[in-house]
């Protein structure tokens, strides 16, 4: 792809859009948002290309620009929130694999969800919902180094129960 072939880059595209779509999907992206964002992230891949290093794999590298878009992207606009369970309900893409994938991704993100402690799962989900830590902090009569150690454990143990989907 460093080369400028496009066929690579298309080929590299059709192969990653839907399962990274069904990705922000899972993390409450509502549908034009997320596309907005692989769109914007593949436009900046393309016009990087010569000068981008990867030192992961490229799966492990789109998944977490586009989940790093998505989390700046809430933190400039109040999402609505969608449904986990409508989610998972709706068909999130054509592909099979790529709903299998996302159901299992579901499955090993909500199972952390729920294990996390009451505040810190609280805490994380107002942030996803757009809150700043101080609003957060201010909503659960907390101190915003309590509410940031909250979303630091959160983000932590999910990321390690998303690691093995993002090799």
């Known amino acids: 792809m460093q080369i400028g072939d496009k066929q690579a880059f298309e080929i590299l595209f059709r192969r990653y859009y839907p399962s990274l ?3 922000l999907r899972i993390l409450r992206a509502e549908r034009e948002a997320a596309e ?8 900046e891949i393309w016009l990087k290309r010569d000068e981008l290093t990867i030192h992961s794999s490229f799966k492990a590298y789109l998944y977490t ?8 992207y809430q933190k400039t606009i109040t999402l609505s929130s969608v449904d986990v369970a409508e ?4 068909p999130l893409s054509f592909d099979p694999a790529g709903q299998l994938v996302a159901a ?3 499955t090993a993100f909500n199972r952390e969800m729920d294990a996390l402690p009451a505040q810190a799962r609280e805490a994380f989900n107002l942030q996803l919902a757009g809150a700043r830590q101080r609003e957060i902090a201010l909503e659960m009569g ?3 180094s309590t509410v940031e150690k909250h979303l630091g454990n959160a983000r932590r143990k999910l990321k390690a129960a998303m690691t093995g989907y993002l090799d």
């Open 87 to 90: 989610m998972i309900g709706a």
């Open 36 to 43: 907005d964002i692989l769109q914007d992230l593949f436009v």
């Open 21 to 23: 779509l069904d990705f």
């Open 104 to 106: 299992e991704m579901t």
């Open 65 to 72: 620009a586009a989940k790093n878009r998505f989390f700046n």
């Open 142 to 144: 907390i101190s915003e």
